[in-house]
């Protein structure tokens, strides 16, 4: 796979650091309640660095956020910041198409994520659990044909 100009730069800087020198991003802010434990998200349409921030009032001790669609192959970069107490969970439901991917994830706060990537069947799939903080965690994926 070759790496194009941004991802170069976010390996080199870092995710966070790329995020704080105004790389193009995009996010998604998310107020968790303890009534909902699962937040839809819209996936995004193309490769990037995205922003994803959860702000926990009256929360469990675990979300889920589940992007809606399948991402496209690419590379991408997740800046992860969760205002919660210590003992909070966020689960990151991520649908992958056929194809290869990258990321690097970064996370402030204090909380606790466990990343799923996965096939729509799921047939295949990629868990991690990661505890911030921590700065461009990186992962290479290979999805295979369904």
């Not at 998200?41 to 193309?46: G, I, M, N, V």
């Not at 809606?68 to 990151?92: H, I, K, M, N, R």
Request: aromatic share 10%; proline share 7%.
């Amino acid at each position: 796979m070759v790496l194009d100009p941004l991802w170069r730069r976010l390996c080199a800087l870092g995710a966070a650091s790329c995020l704080a020198l105004g790389c193009s991003t995009s996010g998604y802010d998310v107020e968790l309640r303890a009534s909902q434990r699962d937040y839809p998200l819209a996936s995004p349409r193309k490769s990037g660095a995205y922003r994803i921030r959860t702000h926990t009032s009256d929360t469990t001790a675990k979300s889920k956020l589940v992007f809606d669609t399948p991402f496209v192959p690419g590379e991408y970069a997740f800046e992860l910041s969760d205002e919660g107490p210590a003992d909070q969970t966020v689960v990151l439901s991520v649908p992958l198409s056929q194809g290869k991917y990258r990321f690097a994830v970064s996370a402030a706060g204090r909380a606790r994520y466990d990343i799923a990537f996965h096939d729509s069947g799921p047939k295949k799939e990629y868990r991690y659990t990661l505890q911030a903080p921590l700065a461009n965690r990186v992962f290479a994926l290979d999805m295979p044909q369904d």
